[in-house]
């Protein structure tokens, strides 16, 4: 009985040293779920004409040493129409970021917590690959669209005034040269649901002018004579604003690189005004 009652102690003792030396599978277990929660998504929603620059912002930011956890975070992005993205956000849509192509759409989510901010100033500009548009002025473009041959077959694209800004600036432009209702009445205006559809009507051929974004030109890399850039003071200041939807500390960190000098540069590259 003695030589029982040791084993069975040397066995508990055995036992105890195991449990001792086994992890924590609690802890583990934990930690991965810590590790889990830590990844986050940043979600989106841009205008159709930042659709050439932000992918560059983006990278640039999530390959900067300088910003911590780009491991851990998706950025995802959705382009569309401002005034489509604004209705998708009203409906409830689950983005994290709202970039406009105006002021007036983020204006409307401001409140006490979120605040909009100026990120970029866009470009018109008038672009065609059938008819050279190297020798255009302003003048000689109103001649141009009111010409007898014009009238014949000429089409022109523009973004629904309604749901994107640079239709509406645009639409602006011309009603200031008073050839809006008179391209209307012939029929010869193409609305096209956002600025990037514009751009693909003028683009393929399918019209033989577009309104477009300057930063779309610089883009592809248009010729000279494929484009005119139209004076600023000729059409209203297309402020492009951005709001925090959804306030988490990646949506920060990345409206503040956006605004900062790093991602200013991609703006200025790409054909946009500077903020002033």
Do not use: W
Not at 215 to 237: C, G, N, R
Not at 245 to 272: C, E, H, M, W
């Amino acid at each position: 009985m003695v030589k029982s009652f040791a084993a069975v102690c040397a066995s508990i003792g055995t036992l105890l040293v195991l449990n001792a030396c086994t992890p924590d599978n609690s802890v583990n277990t934990e930690s991965a779920a810590d590790t889990t929660e830590q990844h986050q998504t940043l979600r989106i929603a841009a205008a159709a004409n930042l659709s050439d620059v932000l992918p560059s912002i983006i990278n640039s930011y999530q390959t900067d040493s300088n910003i911590s956890n780009q491991d851990n975070l998706d950025i995802e992005v959705t382009y569309a129409s401002s005034g489509k993205l604004y209705a998708q956000i009203k409906a409830g849509a689950p983005y994290d970021i709202f970039l406009s192509a105006n002021q007036e759409f983020p204006a409307k989510f401001a409140d006490e917590t979120a605040l909009p901010f100026t990120y970029t100033r866009g470009q018109l500009a008038l672009y065609s690959v059938t008819k050279p548009l190297n020798d255009f002025t302003p003048a000689s473009l109103i001649d141009a669209f009111t010409s007898a041959s014009f009238k014949d077959d000429s089409k022109v694209s523009i973004a629904n005034p309604e749901l994107a800004p640079y239709g509406a600036s645009a639409k602006a432009y011309l009603q200031s040269q008073n050839m809006y209702d008179k391209l209307s009445a012939q029929k010869r205006l193409i609305q096209a649901e956002n600025i990037g559809q514009a751009f693909q009507y003028a683009h393929t051929g399918s019209v033989d002018y577009g309104f477009v974004a300057q930063s779309q030109l610089v883009a592809i890399k248009a010729k000279p004579e494929q484009f005119m850039t139209l004076p600023k003071a000729s059409y209203p200041a297309i402020l492009q604003d951005g709001i925090v939807i959804n306030n988490t500390v990646p949506a920060a960190a990345f409206t503040k690189y956006l605004r900062s000098d790093a991602g200013q540069q991609y703006f200025a590259q790409a054909g946009y005004l500077p903020i002033q």
